[in-house]
């Protein structure tokens, strides 16, 4: 007597076809599911170095501004930031690159001789030539990058989370 539960040729046919096409299926759907949807999961970071050309482009003793652009992805997102720099130098051998964002509320400071001192234009905050608070509200001096000079081109480090 043939047992009910035993699965005919056609059946097992049948189940390794649907198993097959199923496999198939998953091979092109898991892919394209990927592809579409991992960008917009990703955030890219900045660090970079970024070049500022020769070092002897930037007069010893006043401020030289300086802006460069980063391009940033998030997701499916591309924002394009420009960034504010001054590089001091010091003197021949010694520099300091300041950020020109203020860091009371990320307002653009710009550099002024005649009062020696970085100014925000937002709420006043005053900053001396190497970056410290000398009046107004903001917290703490400017951002400085750390830098690296190669061939007497000037390089700063730049992180953007
Ligand atoms: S943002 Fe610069 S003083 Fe407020």
Redesign the pocket.
């Known amino acids: 007597m043939a047992s009910s539960n035993r699965l005919s040729r056609r059946d097992f046919v049948k189940v390794v076809t649907a198993g097959l096409g199923t496999l198939m299926g998953a091979s092109v759907v898991v892919p394209a599911v990927d592809y579409l949807i991992d960008p917009a999961l990703k955030a890219s970071e900045t660090d970079t170095w970024i070049p500022l050309g020769p070092v002897e482009n930037y007069p010893i003793g006043e401020p030289t501004p300086f802006s460069f652009t980063t391009t940033k992805v998030h997701g499916w997102e591309k924002a394009v930031n420009s960034n504010g720099i001054f590089v001091l130098r010091k003197s021949e051998t010694e520099i300091e690159v300041l950020s020109n964002v203020?860091t009371?509320?990320?307002?653009r400071?710009t550099w002024h001789p005649e009062l020696q001192e970085y100014v925000?234009p937002?709420?006043?905050?005053h900053f001396d030539k190497e970056g410290n608070v000398d009046s107004?509200?903001?917290p703490r001096p400017l951002d400085n990058y750390e830098i690296k000079i190669e061939d007497g081109n000037l390089f700063i480090h730049f992180t953007e989370g």
Do not use: K
């Open positions: 203020c009371h509320l990320g307002c400071v925000c937002c709420h006043n905050a107004g509200p903001a």
